[in-house]
């Protein structure tokens, strides 16, 4: 199992730039969700999946959006890149009350 | 609502001294608890967990005990190595809000030999 994944690892926009982050997971989780680590703020929620065909929005859901297709996939779109959205942002799935993260997408927007 | 409370760092501490991280949470119902734990470069990997009150998490020698009637988490480890360098994070998952993870902000841990 490669458990989950994510790519890229490292990317640069320009403001008001668009791109997807991806994330696959290979555990048949139901659950999947996203995040952002930024300093001194811990992780913060961004949106959710209970399943394929369901989201819901986080704590910080400005900026993204996310749709589930597939049990497997969960992709993170950022509509219109802005400074604030630099970050490092994780995907994470769940199953039996633990959560699985990815190894992070460290993103720059200048 | 539910929120997660941990100790403010950075913590640095000499090879072999005991650690304490506080934490303390808010929340409904009655949540499972969690240690987990960022080596540098990596994602979060969970250390250790309690889901119900008095239980006892424990982990490549680090432990933490569910106290509710303190509403605490404390992570001890006896004798912290090198390799223990590393950001760690305590957090909750309640039924009552659909088994969403709650964070603490992260306390930043290095070891020196």
């Known amino acids: 199992n490669a458990g989950v994944t994510q790519t890229p690892k490292f990317q640069v926009l320009k403001t008001g730039q668009s791109m997807t982050l991806q994330c696959a997971q290979d555990m048949n989780h139901e659950y999947m969700s996203w995040y952002r680590q930024d300093p001194g703020m811990g992780l913060r929620l961004i949106h959710y999946s209970v399943g394929a065909g369901i989201t819901d929005q986080g704590e910080v859901p400005n900026g993204y959006n996310v749709s589930r297709s597939t049990t497997e996939d969960f992709p993170l779109r950022l509509l219109s890149a802005a400074p604030s959205q630099t970050s490092v942002y994780f995907c994470?799935?769940?199953?039996?009350?633990?959560?699985?993260f990815g190894p992070g997408t460290r993103l720059t927007v200048l | 609502g539910n929120s997660v409370t941990q100790m403010e760092g950075p913590v640095t501490l000499s090879e072999e001294a005991f650690l304490t991280i506080n934490c303390t949470y808010t929340?409904?119902?009655?949540?499972?608890l969690f240690w987990y734990v960022q080596y540098p470069g990596e994602g979060l990997q969970l250390l250790l967990k309690a889901t119900k009150a008095d239980d006892k998490g424990s982990n490549k020698g680090f432990e933490a005990t569910y106290r509710k009637e303190t509403t605490s988490f404390h992570l001890e480890k006896g004798s912290v190595q090198v390799s223990d360098s590393a950001v760690y994070f305590c957090a909750l998952s309640s039924p009552n809000t659909g088994n969403q993870f709650y964070f603490g902000t992260g306390t930043s841990l290095t070891v020196i030999p």
């Open positions: 994470a799935s769940s199953k039996g009350g633990q959560l699985f």
């Open positions: 929340a409904t119902g009655y949540p499972s």
